[in-house]
């Protein structure tokens, strides 16, 4: 899959591929792209977690149970996932933030999460 060359990421370069399976993104690209479609700003790339997963339960927002009639396979731990800014914001606060995949979140994380917490939260500096 090619990156959009005009959706930029965090660090500035081209928006690069979060996952292809799961098949991940608002708009189901592999690409954490956003539009204004999306409310609620699907752009954090992020390594799914076990503590992850349980916080987003208990907040109200089971992600590991598959839907499949909204095309959604349920996350499990190490899979890939184009997370909801201010939910990655809401677990980082309360200690459960997931690891970041930097070069493939987009810049429209930073209306919700600031860029050390998104650096210091990163699989790879």
């Not at 752009?43 to 977690?49: A, F, N, S, Y």
């Amino acid at each position: 899959m090619e990156p959009n060359q005009g959706d930029r990421n965090v660090l500035g370069g081209a928006l690069q591929p979060c996952s292809l399976d799961p098949m991940t993104g608002f708009y189901r690209t592999g690409c954490c792209e956003t539009g204004p479609d999306d409310q609620g700003s699907h752009t954090v790339c992020v390594r799914v977690t076990e503590e992850f997963l349980a916080f987003s339960r208990a907040a109200g927002n089971d992600l590991s149970t598959p839907m499949p009639e909204y095309g959604f396979p349920g996350l499990k731990d190490g899979d890939r996932w184009c997370l909801c800014a201010p939910r990655w914001h809401e677990a980082f606060v309360n200690g459960y933030a997931p690891p970041v995949v930097l070069d493939a979140t987009h810049e429209g994380a930073l209306k919700h999460c600031g860029l050390d917490d998104l650096v210091g939260s990163a699989l790879e500096h």
